[in-house]
T-cell receptor
Framework: GQQVMQIPQYQHVQEGEDFTTYCNSS?????IQWYKQRPGGHPVFLIQ?????EVKKQKRLTFQFGEAKKNSSLHITATQTTDVGTYFC??????????????FGKGTKLSVIP | DTEVTQTPKHLVMGMTNKKSLKCEQH?????MYWYKQKAKKPPELMFV???????INESVPSRFSPECPNSSLLNLHLHALQPEDSALYLC???????????????FGPGTRLTVL
């Protein structure tokens, strides 16, 4: 079945430093989504990437989708304490009979030291 | 209304109890999901309903029984659970189950289940 690997598992940064998390799939993805889960909270959708080589920005967050549609990254510039949480990538893959299935990476837990 | 609601927020049950988790959305979404999330782990897909029909069952034990009474509601019936079933149970919905269209999943706040 589809596997989505995500690294690093944990990242501790000083406030103001940059942060990057990487995602790799064993198979080609239809698209990839990114979610953020705050401590004690639930996953909240951030963005979806669909096209090969796509790059999208949301303020300090930059999302990339690889040319082969097998890898993706999320980069946060100048982290703030509000960025704390676990960032999950989730890959959509066709699972047959007209259905698609979302498989989550293990997540990267970001801690920001003020 | 872009909210998925779940009840109860917390549930403690014994191994012989029968209980149900409830999920509701009023966004007109036609796909609804149950996920199980253990501490420090990603959400793990359990069931998917598409247009009120069960489309994916990820080999979940029969002590978990999903039900979709209508397009807005999703239940998860629990019976004879084990302590290792203690986890956060998340419900989510999306426009449909297609992977090529814009199809973000909206998650509810979850039910934190403890099985004694």
């Amino acid at each position: 079945g589809q596997q989505v690997m995500q690294i690093p598992q944990y990242q501790h940064v000083q406030e103001g430093e940059d942060f990057t998390t990487y995602c790799n799939s064993s198979t080609t993805l239809s698209n990839i989504q990114w979610y953020k889960q705050r401590p004690g909270g639930h996953p909240v959708f951030l963005i979806q990437l669909v096209k090969s080589g796509e790059v999208k920005k949301q303020k300090r967050l930059t999302f990339q989708f690889g040319e082969a549609k097998k890898n993706s990254s999320l980069h946060i510039t100048a982290t703030q304490t509000t960025d704390v949480g676990t960032y999950f990538c989730a890959g959509y893959q066709y699972s047959g009979a007209g259905s698609y299935q979302l498989t989550f990476g293990k997540g990267t837990k970001l801690s920001v030291i003020p | 209304d872009t909210e998925v609601t779940q009840t109860p927020k917390h549930l403690v049950m014994g191994m012989t109890n029968k209980k149900s988790l409830k999920c509701e959305q009023h966004m007109g979404h036609r796909a609804m999901y149950w996920y199980k999330q253990k501490a420090k782990k990603p959400p793990e897909l359990m069931f998917v309903y598409s247009y009120e029909k069960l489309s994916i069952n990820e080999s979940v034990p029969s002590r978990f029984s999903p039900e979709c009474p209508n397009s807005s509601l999703l239940n998860l019936h629990l019976h004879a659970l084990q302590p290792e079933d203690s986890a956060l149970y998340l419900c989510a919905s999306s426009q449909d189950q297609g992977g090529s269209s814009y199809n973000e999943q909206f998650f509810g706040p979850g039910t934190r289940l403890t099985v004694l």
